[in-house]
């Protein structure tokens, strides 16, 4: 049901207990609650030559290599500041790197994911005494 609602509306707000735990445009809603952006990419290359290309990108947080897709080939996670986009950058590096970009998506949490973690968090606060 909250894939429908991606799809249909522009803007979020999530109201937990009488409260709005968030007011986000749909597609900033998982970044605003993490603080970072995740993309990710399956490379054709050398781990560690692909590993030397992403991290001297500006904005760069922090690199994963999730697993091995064949032969040569991996899953990268990387997070990155909210408020810049890598995706030029990751592609300019990895061609220059010699290695082959073989897909790139947002690898940010779903919508479900976030208002989960969004509710999750308010009842937390509630139940610790803490306010929002």
Known sequence: MLS?????CDRII???????VADEKTENL???ISGEQKLRLDIE?????????????????????????GENTARYLVEYKNDT?????????I???GCVILDMQSGNETLED???KLVSQ???????GGVR
């Open 114 to 116: 976030s208002f989960l």
């Open 45 to 69: 290359g050398s781990s560690s030559t692909v590993l030397d290309a992403l991290k001297i990108i500006p904005g760069v947080l922090k690199i994963r290599k999730q697993h091995d897709t």
């Open 122 to 128: 308010d009842q937390t606060k509630n139940i610790t």
């Open 14 to 20: 999530v109201i937990s207990n009488g409260k709005i």
């Open 4 to 8: 429908e609602v991606s799809a249909t």
């Open 95 to 97: 061609a220059n790197s």
């Open 30 to 32: 998982s970044s605003s």
């Open 85 to 93: 986009d890598i995706r030029r950058d990751v592609f300019r590096a």
